[in-house]
C-alpha cells in the first residue's frame, strides 16, 4: 500500500501455502486492490528467506544469487 511495515497487518491477508505462489488475497475496505499486486518470494537458501510486493500485474524481474 506504499506504507511499509507502518500498514496495519491485521488489514489484509496474502497466501502462504507453499503449494502455491505468494499473492496478495485481500485488502480490508478495499475490494479490488488485491488484484492489482504482485508479490515475489526470493529464496536464499534454507535460512534466509524474503520477498517483496509491486503494484503492478506484470513485472519481469530479475535477481543473483552470488555465493
Do not use: C, H
Amino acid at each position: 500500500m506504499g506504507q511499509g511495515l507502518s500498514y496495519p497487518l491485521d488489514k489484509f491477508s496474502v497466501s502462504l501455502l507453499p503449494s502455491e505462489p505468494s499473492r496478495l488475497l485481500a485488502v480490508e475496505g478495499k475490494e479490488d486492490e488485491a488484484e492489482n499486486w504482485t508479490i515475489f518470494a526470493i529464496l536464499s537458501g534454507e535460512v534466509f528467506s524474503s520477498a517483496f510486493a509491486l503494484r503492478q500485474k506484470t513485472v519481469m524481474v530479475k535477481y543473483w544469487d552470488w555465493v
